[in-house]
């Protein structure tokens, strides 16, 4: 569950880090963001991209607070 948990929280910071960097660039980093492909966030991609990082830390803590299995 641990390397679940991490592995998601990895492609949260991932979407989001890149989705951002697609608004701040211009459209550079068009080919993996996962935001502006989503039709009723037009207007709305930035803050997306923030709940998306603010989601993965959230995951990340959450993961690392997950003990094993007894």
């Avoid at 068009?30 to 997306?48: C, H, K, M, P, Q």
């Avoid at 830390?57 to 607070?65: K, L």
Wanted: aromatic residues 12%.
């Amino acid at each position: 569950m641990k390397n679940f948990l991490g592995f998601v929280s990895f492609v949260l910071l991932t979407q989001g880090a890149g989705g951002i960097l697609h608004e701040v660039t211009g459209g550079r980093f068009n080919l993996w963001t996962v935001v502006r492909r989503i039709g009723f966030l037009d207007g709305y991609e930035i803050y997306a991209c923030v709940l998306l990082l603010v989601l993965a830390v959230a995951v990340g803590a959450a993961s690392d607070s997950v003990g094993p299995r007894d």
